[in-house]
Each structure stands twice: as C-alpha cells, then as structure tokens.
C-alpha cells in the first residue's frame, strides 16, 4: 500500500499543495528480506512499498483535497477503482543529532482502505533510510509506541495498540516521531495534531460512500 500512498501524494503534488518530488525520487528500493512480520497486517507492508516514480499517480487516480483541517489534510482517491481516503501532514518542527544533517521532507499519514477493511493506519515517511533493524518510536498523549521500520517507512510493531494510538491521537496537541537513519543521525519530528480528529471524520464520512 505503499506504492499506492507514494503515487498519491505525487498527485497530490502535482496538485500544487504538497510537494514531494525530491522526496519520492530519492526513495530506496527495499530490501529482499524484510524483517520477519509480527501478524498479517506488518506481512503486507514492506513488499507493497517500492517506490512511486515522480509524475505518475496509482491506477490514474489523482487524489482530491476534500478539506484542510489545521495543519492536516484530508484526501479522496480511487487508484485502481478502489477508494483509498487519507489524512496528511508534515512536522511543525525537526531536529537532527548531529545538527543539520540533510534529509528529505517527512510525513505523517492516516490512511483508510475499505476494501481492505482497514481504517486509521498510521504511518510515517521519515525522509531517510533507517538504520536496518531499527526500532522508532512514537510518542503521543504521554504514551510511546514502538514503530516497525523498512526503508524510509514507519508503522507501529503491535498492530493490537493502533486504535489506542489514533485516539491519543484525537485528543492530543502534538505526536513525536524518533529515529535513527543508516549513518547513525538521530532524529525528532514533532507533527501538531490541531485538525486531525476533524480530518479523520471527514476521511470516514466520505469513505463510507
């Protein structure tokens, strides 16, 4: 899935609101073996991730802005003919250890798949390679969860606590992400979460049609 996030948001660049071309062309290609799964929804993950050429779009569905929330945006799509509606949007602040060490933009995303039956899926395009093998953390409502890590990509290891996490979420004014990328930097992103219970009922209203 993704491919199909990647391929969105390009659209959703092309669009004129995000940009994500230097982010998308620099994407690895993941690796051969993927670290073992904890369940099916972690198994489904890394295989379904390469990365999206910059200019095209999954399926020929360009994403649809139906509402700016805060600092979180809510998207419409149809790649493939099936509807994928997501929440979007970048940190308010980032740190590196050392400083400044260059690195691509990061996002934050909480995606809804009906034909999946898959609703609120947090993950997190962290602008980098993680270290392999490394375990992020995302920290939110005085909770920490841990993040399973391939590539550039962030989601959490216990699928079990995902419904917790996005309701600490709702309520919550900021969400923390901590990594380490491939060369040692670590790294912290603070996302705000003003609009995002509001961008996750618009994502649910429309993706029961």
């Known amino acids: 899935m993704w491919r199909v996030l990647l391929a969105l948001m390009t659209g959703v660049a092309a669009c004129g609101i995000v940009d994500l071309a230097q982010a998308q062309t620099a994407q690895p290609a993941?690796?051969?073996?993927a670290k073992p799964?904890?369940?099916a929804k972690t198994a489904a993950k890394p295989e379904s991730r390469p990365p999206a050429l910059p200019g095209?779009?999954?399926?020929?569905?360009?994403?649809?802005?139906?509402?700016?929330f805060g600092t979180w945006g809510a998207y419409t799509a149809s790649p493939n003919g099936k509807k994928v509606c997501f929440a979007l949007a970048k940190p308010s602040s980032?740190?590196?250890n050392p400083p400044n060490r260059p690195r691509d933009p990061a996002y934050a995303f909480v995606s809804t798949?009906?034909?999946?039956k898959v609703v609120?899926?947090?993950?997190?395009?962290?602008g980098y390679a993680?270290?392999?093998?490394s375990e992020s953390i995302l920290e939110v409502g005085g909770g920490s969860y841990a993040m399973y890590t391939q590539g550039d990509g962030l989601w959490i290891k216990n699928a079990a606590e995902e419904e917790r996490m996005v309701e600490a979420m709702r309520r919550s004014a900021d969400l923390?992400?901590?990594?380490?990328?491939?060369?040692?930097?670590?790294?912290?992103?603070?996302?705000?979460l003003k609009g995002l219970a509001q961008a996750l009922d618009r994502i649910a209203q429309d993706c029961r049609r």
């Open 30 to 33: 993941p690796k051969a073996a």
């Open 37 to 39: 799964a904890k369940d």
């Open 56 to 68: 095209t779009v999954a399926g020929g569905a360009e994403p649809t802005l139906i509402g700016q």
């Open 94 to 96: 980032s740190k590196t």
């Open 113 to 116: 798949r009906p034909s999946e």
């Open 120 to 126: 609120n899926e947090v993950s997190v395009m962290i």
């Open 130 to 133: 993680l270290k392999p093998g």
């Open 176 to 192: 923390v992400v901590k990594g380490v990328s491939a060369k040692g930097t670590e790294t912290t992103d603070v996302f705000s």
